[in-house]
């Protein structure tokens, strides 16, 4: 992609895993970047490229003000709380800063005449699918508050669209995973869930065990299949969905991943060879709420933006999530 000096690009949450990942492509690729981000669930240690400012976007006026004077052509929005679980126990409190957050987001979006939007979304709009691999035409069946919180910001989205307001890209991350392969930043989680980080926290000795949830699931193994894509490949798609925008695109939807699953026990395999260290494993019950298989249709966002991820392979992947969990 060809380097764009001019272009101003506002980052909310841009502190947190993936959009950090973000924030350093488009700094090497010479964009301006502005990051707003509360803090609440990062450090601000991997926001080391573009400049940070901490601030809650339930603070309307102060973000439309800071929209004002930085006037970012395009924004990103990554700010949201991510965790399943606690969604289904804190409904309110997803529904206040994924959804009412957004909605201030997009008033002061529209209040500063920025058009352009990029929306992290999330597979979890599908709940569980009835065709695999799904598509982005799948009805949209969500089984979590996350999941609904995701699929009402995009309803809000294409309405706007609809009215003129905005040209937006929405994209539905599969399972997101990996680090940045120069070691710089990755995930910061003090408790993670994810599968990956679990087991190679495991691995660490952090953890004493590596669960598996469920192993009578309708899969050949019996346990559950994941479409695991490299948080640099979804930069990268972020920014060929900007670039999409830049030159006039269209709003749509885009599903994020490879098109392809691995079963937990096949993850576990890759992270014990990839550490070498062969950590114990316990198979346990399922986990409420867990799809069997979730795997992307990938034929709109290879077509329409060109997408050819670099890392499709599950052990580099996990390698350079162990190259990051040995430096922290
Ligand atoms: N999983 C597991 N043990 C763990 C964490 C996850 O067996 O410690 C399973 C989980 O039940 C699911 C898959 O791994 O089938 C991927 O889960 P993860 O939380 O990584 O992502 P999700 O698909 O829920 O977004």
């Known amino acids: 992609m060809e380097k764009k000096v001019s272009i101003r690009v ?84 997803y529904y206040y800063n994924n959804v009412g957050n957004t909605l201030k987001l997009l008033s002061a979006m529209k209040k500063a005449g920025i058009e352009k939007f990029i929306f992290s979304s999330s597979a979890a709009v599908y709940g569980i699918p009835t065709e695999i691999p799904v598509s982005e ?15 009402m910001v995009e309803k809000i989205l294409r309405d706007m669209a609809l ?30 869930t994810h599968l990956i980080l679990r087991a190679l926290k495991t691995a660490k000795g952090e953890f004493p065990y590596l669960e598996i949830f469920g192993t009578d699931y309708p899969t050949p193994d019996g346990t559950c299949i994941r ?17 999409y925008l830049l030159d006039g695109g269209e709003s749509t939807i885009l599903n994020c991943g490879y098109g392809r699953g691995y079963s937990v026990r096949e993850v576990v395999e890759v992270a014990k060879r990839v550490t070498g260290i062969d950590f114990e494993v316990r198979e346990t019950g399922r986990r409420p709420g867990d799809p069997p298989v979730l795997i992307a249709r990938t034929d709109k ?28």
């Open 10 to 93: 506002v980052v909310t949450g841009g502190a947190g895993y993936i959009g950090s990942h973000v924030c350093k492509l488009l700094v090497k690729r010479g964009f301006d970047v502005l990051v707003i981000d509360n803090l609440s669930t990062s450090s601000g240690r991997n926001c080391r490229y573009g400049h940070l400012i901490k601030l809650d976007l339930a603070e309307e006026e102060k973000v439309l003000a800071v929209l004002k004077e930085f006037a970012p052509q395009i924004i990103m929005h990554f700010a949201a709380f991510i965790v399943v679980p606690e969604s289904v126990e804190r409904p309110l409190m």
């Open 137 to 151: 035409s799948a009805e949209l069946r969500p089984i979590s508050p996350y999941g609904e919180s995701k699929a």
């Open 163 to 192: 009215a003129g307001e905005i040209r937006y890209v929405s994209l539905r991350y599969f399972n997101v995973a990996g680090a940045d392969p120069e070691g710089e930043i990755g995930p910061l989680y003090n408790q993670p």
């Open 227 to 243: 479409d695991y894509i490299h948080v640099m490949d979804l930069a990268e798609a972020h920014l060929l969905a900007m670039e």
């Open 301 to 328: 966002i290879r077509s329409l933006l060109d997408f050819r991820p670099r890392y499709d392979d599950l052990y580099a992947i996990i390698r350079h999530a162990w190259l990051w969990e040995n430096k922290i």
